[in-house]
Every structure is written in C-alpha cells, then in structure tokens.
C-alpha cells in the first residue's frame, strides 16, 4: 500500500527474517521493558504473565513489532551486566515467541553479543542500538554478519552521563554527519536494512527535542526508514506540568506531528492510541476533499 501522507520515499521494504515489512505505510512498535526502573510505570513488565499479558493486549491492538528491552536507559540509569539483561530478556523472548510466533520480534540492546544470542537462538528479527555502535564495539559486525535490519539511535554520552553532555554548536549538523559517517560504515559492510532514530531524550534538552521534531523531515535525505519515539517523555510531560503517567494526549499530538513529517515508525508504550492516528491520518491522506 502507497501511503501518501508520508514524506519518505527512499527504502520500504525491511526484511525480518523472510517477511518483508513494508515501511511505506506508518507502523506501531510496541515497548515492553523487563527492567525495574523504567522512566514509565507502565511499560515495566516484572513477570512472564506480566509479559504475557502485554504482548496479547499489544498484538491484538494492532502492534506491528514489539521491542523488548532489558537494560533501561533512562537518564542516570544503572548500568547492568551483560548476564543480567540476558537473564530478564531471554524468558521474556521466550514468553512472546511461544504466544505469538508471528510478529516482528525487536530487542533493543547495545552489547553485540546479546545480538547474537537473541537473532540466532530466539528468532529476533531487529536490533535496536540506543549507541548506534558506540557502547558496544563488534556491533556493526555483529548486525552485518547476522544481516538483520538495524535501528540506530543518535545519543550523546551515555544513559548514566547523557543529561550531563546534551551542548552542541550546531545540533542538527552534528547528528547528521554522525549518522552519515556511520550509514556509510554500514553500507560498506554489507548491511542493507537500516533505520534511524534521531534519538528524542537522549542527551538533549527540551528545546533540543522541539528543533528536532520541527526539523525532522530533514531527515528524508539519507532515504532510510525513521522512527520516533515519543512515548510519554519528559519533553511532554515536562512542558505540561504533569507525570509520565498523564502524558497520552501530548504523545498522540506529537505523534501526529511525527507522522506529519515523515516517520515511518512510532515507537510507543499506547499501541491503539497510535494505530488510531495512524488509521485517521491515512484517512485524511486517501481523501481528495470531496468529502464521504
């Protein structure tokens, strides 16, 4: 299906392990996180019911992928071994794999090795890097050698550093030669299915993460699937004098605004909200004004 309301007109298709997901059409990731301190209450899933559960509500509402992670990367986070993020993902892997072998299966991790395991043992389909490559080094290898679509982020610092290091001269100059240098790195090694994140929250301030949502469609040069998340950030909630837990309405407006210019995947903790704005904002882009 062509989607019209989208500015992106580069790569469509992504391959996940033989089913080819077509990014022309706005798409729903599902955030399920088997961590303790997750900004958001609600995405944190402390058992395998609990997982259970959540995947079911997730996929049933229309989820198009679900990103399960086991490291949280909130600002000041705390840093866990790789033992421990396999011992919360792989049960949890596990758990949605045996429930739904069907949908696209996204682990977000930094540590190439976690990659490994989690595409060859249990039937990953992308990996989603916060670092891009910088925490972990082997990763590009590790995405290269298991040639499996590849989101990354833009971050600066880390999760335990990054509110610290959130200055630029000229922001929107850097993130893009940081991703150019590293698609062409990628591009080199043979990996053909990337997506880019520019990262909202992640060593940026407020007013880093309006320029960059007000200048996302710059990103439709590089011709790569984008995707955004949004979800109940302090970028809303903040602004809004409210808590995470209050802060739907201000993720489905950006949201919104993010499909306006451009994304072609919503990253979110509220699946029917953002399957609801997508369905209307296809409607409103299938219209020719003539009214039903």
């Known amino acids: 299906m062509e989607y019209k309301g989208t500015l992106f007109s580069g790569k469509s298709l992504i391959n996940c392990r033989g089913t080819l997901l077509d990014l022309s059409y706005p798409r729903v990731m ?11 209450r609600g995405s944190r899933q402390a058992s395998l019911e609990e997982i259970r559960r959540q995947s079911d509500r997730m996929v049933e509402q229309g989820a198009d ?36 072998p069907e949908v ?3 682990v977000d991790t930094f540590r190439p090795e976690i990659a490994r395991i989690v595409v060859k043992d249990y039937q990953a389909d992308i ?29 600066k610092g880390t999760p335990q550093d990054m509110k610290q ?3 630029y001269e000229d922001m929107m100059r850097e993130i893009f030669l940081y991703f150019s240098a590293k698609v062409d790195q990628l591009r080199k090694m043979g990996l053909n299915d990337i997506i880019l994140d520019p990262g909202f929250g992640f060593g940026k301030t407020i007013s880093h ?5 007000n200048r996302l469609a710059d990103f439709q040069v590089f011709g790569l699937p984008l995707l955004v998340g949004l979800s109940r950030k302090s970028m809303i ?10 802060a739907l309405p201000g993720t489905i407006a950006l949201n919104t605004l993010a499909l306006n210019k451009g994304a072609n995947i919503l990253r979110v903790h509220d699946v029917k909200a953002a399957r609801d704005i997508i369905t209307l904002h296809q409607k409103l882009a299938d219209s020719d004004g003539s009214g039903d």
Request: proline residues 6%; charged residues 20%; aromatic residues 8%.
């Open 65 to 100: 992928i679900i990103d399960v992670g086991g490291y949280s990367s909130r600002p000041g986070a705390v840093h866990i071994s790789q033992q421990e993020e396999l011992n919360r993902l792989l049960p949890a892997l596990e758990e949605i794999r045996k429930n739904h």
């Open 104 to 106: 696209i299966v996204s």
């Open 209 to 213: 993460n309006y320029e960059l949502l």
């Open 165 to 167: 290091k959130a200055h």
């Open 127 to 155: 990996i989603n890097d916060i670092s891009a490559g910088e925490m972990g080094p082997g990763m590009f290898e590790a995405v290269a050698d298991l040639q499996v679509p590849y989101i990354m982020m833009h971050m």
């Open 237 to 246: 909630y903040k602004v809004l004098g409210l808590n995470p837990e209050e």
């Open 30 to 40: 599902g955030i399920i996180n088997v961590t303790p301190d997750s900004f958001y």
